[in-house]
């Protein structure tokens, strides 16, 4: 089985490996700009063939993985309705966001290519090949989109050895989902880093006395800028929206403490408190 992975960064480096390693006959195609990357593929095994263009080995596919930034993604689905495609070819992406992937899919489902939209709740802030592991998506949730069963039982099937936990839903339930459960955390890190600054520069010696709570919550704040950039401008309407909730939030505590009043901030506190072991439970 040809299986042609676009984009060997972290996350689709990791899958080819993962795939390499529990399927037999899995022949991994890397496709990368990025000429050291293919050449480290070659190196360590990953990759069984390498090329520079997509289009000069689309032709030849079973499986067609999307792991670029997501507007490469995007813009790979609508050159690929225009290729020549093996008819039984299965697509699928990586891209942390869904709408606008599956939208751009569409003259290509029209054309009854098959297409699954697919998201990892798994990846670190490390970019590039060096950041590949082959346990990257042991046990994670794992995102499909498609309303066409077939195609989704093919894409389970190809990634039944990861182990992987499967949710099947909507490209606008999952990116609404994901506008509070990734882009907010993500803006929020940033925010707290970036408001950090000043304190920083008045005194250097800051970082040195972290405690959990400021290396936890600023830990993804080390994020691949291009990345999120990529991210929150293809997610636009929900992310807003959770902005919009956490800046309620804020303005609320705010207000609270220029009150003084201590009910209102117990009562913050406490709100969050009850929530969070709520959610304990599922994490
Ligand atoms: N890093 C993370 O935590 C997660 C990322 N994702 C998604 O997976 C996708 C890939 O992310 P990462 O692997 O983290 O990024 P990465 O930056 O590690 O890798 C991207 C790779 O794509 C290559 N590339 C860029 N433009 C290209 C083009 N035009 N043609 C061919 N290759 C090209 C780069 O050279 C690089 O090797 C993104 O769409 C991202 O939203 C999904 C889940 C988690
Ligand atoms: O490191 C973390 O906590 C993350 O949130 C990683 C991550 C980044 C992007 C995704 O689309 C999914 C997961």
Do not use: C
């Amino acid at each position: 089985m040809r299986i042609v992975v676009n984009g060997l960064g972290e996350m689709g480096a990791s899958l080819a490996l993962a795939i390499k390693n529990g399927q037999e006959n899995a022949e991994i195609i890397g496709v990368d700009l990025n000429v050291k990357t293919l050449q480290r593929a070659k190196e360590i095994g990953l990759a069984d063939e390498v090329n520079t263009d997509l289009f000069a080995v689309a032709p030849t596919a079973d499986v067609i993985i999307l792991a670029t930034p997501i507007h490469i993604i995007i813009d790979s689905l609508h050159k690929l309705s225009h290729a020549d495609l093996k008819s039984t070819v299965l697509i699928t992406d990586t891209g942390s966001t869904k709408k606008q992937v599956m939208d751009a899919a569409d003259e290509l489902i029209k054309n009854g290519t098959s297409f699954v939209g697919g998201h990892a709740m798994a990846g670190t802030a490390k970019a590039g090949i060096d950041a590949l592991d082959a346990h990257l998506y042991d046990s994670a949730p794992y995102f499909l989109v498609s309303e066409n069963q077939a195609d989704l039982d093919r894409l389970r099937n190809l990634l039944s050895s990861l182990h992987l936990n499967f949710v099947e839903t909507t490209a606008k339930k999952h990116d609404e989902m994901m506008a509070m459960l990734s882009d907010l955390p993500h803006i929020v890190a940033a925010s707290l880093v970036n408001a950090s600054s000043l304190t920083l520069a008045n005194h250097p010696e800051l970082p040195q006395y972290a405690a959990g709570g400021f290396k936890d919550t600023t830990r993804i704040g080390g994020a691949d800028p291009q990345m999120w950039t990529d991210i929150l401008q293809t997610n636009r309407d929900a992310t807003l929206e959770a902005i919009e909730l956490y800046q309620q939030q804020i303005d609320t505590l705010k207000q609270a403490l220029i009150n003084n009043n201590s009910t209102e901030i117990f009562d913050f506190f406490a709100a969050s408190k009850q929530t969070r072991m709520t959610m304990e439970e599922d994490f």
